[in-house]
Nanobody, 121 residues
Framework: VQLQAFGGGLVQAGDSLRLSCAASGRTFSSYVMGWFRQAPGKEREFVAAIIWSGGGSYYADSVKGRFTVSRDNAKNTVYLQMNSLKPEDTAVYYC???????????????WGQGTLVTVSS
C-alpha cells in the first residue's frame, strides 16, 4: 500500500497550488482520504478530507473557502487545490487514508510522504 504526495513548492502569498496524492497497492474506494499539514515546531493538523466513494468533503476552518479537495477515481488520485495561499499555510503536507470520517490523525492508517509548501509574503 502506497500513498505518494507531490506538487509542493515555493509560491507567493495569494498564489495557487495543487497537491496530488496517488494511491496504489489496494482499492481505496471504501476509505476516507485526508490531507494534513505540519508547520515547523507545530503539531500535525487536519486540513481536509474526502469520502472516496461518495465524494463528501470536510475542511478545517482555517482553509474553508480557499482549499478544495477532490478525487479522480480513474487515476486513483486525490487532489488538494489551494487558492489564496497565505504565509501561515507554509508546512509539509501529507495525504493519508482512514476507514471512517475523522479529523483525528491517529485514526489514519496509511500515510504518504510529505510535500513541502512554502508561501512567501
Amino acid at each position: 500500500v502506497q500513498l505518494q504526495a507531490f506538487g509542493g513548492g515555493l509560491v507567493q502569498a495569494g498564489d495557487s497550488l495543487r497537491l496530488s496524492c496517488a494511491a496504489s497497492g489496494r482499492t481505496f474506494s471504501s476509505y476516507v482520504m485526508g490531507w494534513f499539514r505540519q508547520a515547523p515546531g507545530k503539531e500535525r493538523e487536519f486540513v481536509a478530507a474526502i469520502i472516496w466513494s461518495g465524494g463528501g468533503s470536510y475542511y478545517a476552518d482555517s482553509v474553508k473557502g480557499r482549499f478544495t479537495v477532490s478525487r479522480d477515481n480513474a487515476k486513483n488520485t486525490v487532489y488538494l487545490q489551494m487558492n489564496s495561499l497565505k504565509p501561515e499555510d507554509t508546512a509539509v503536507y501529507y495525504c493519508a487514508a482512514a476507514t471512517r470520517i475523522t479529523r483525528n490523525k491517529s485514526d489514519y492508517t496509511y500515510w504518504g510522504q510529505g510535500t513541502l509548501v512554502t508561501v512567501s509574503s
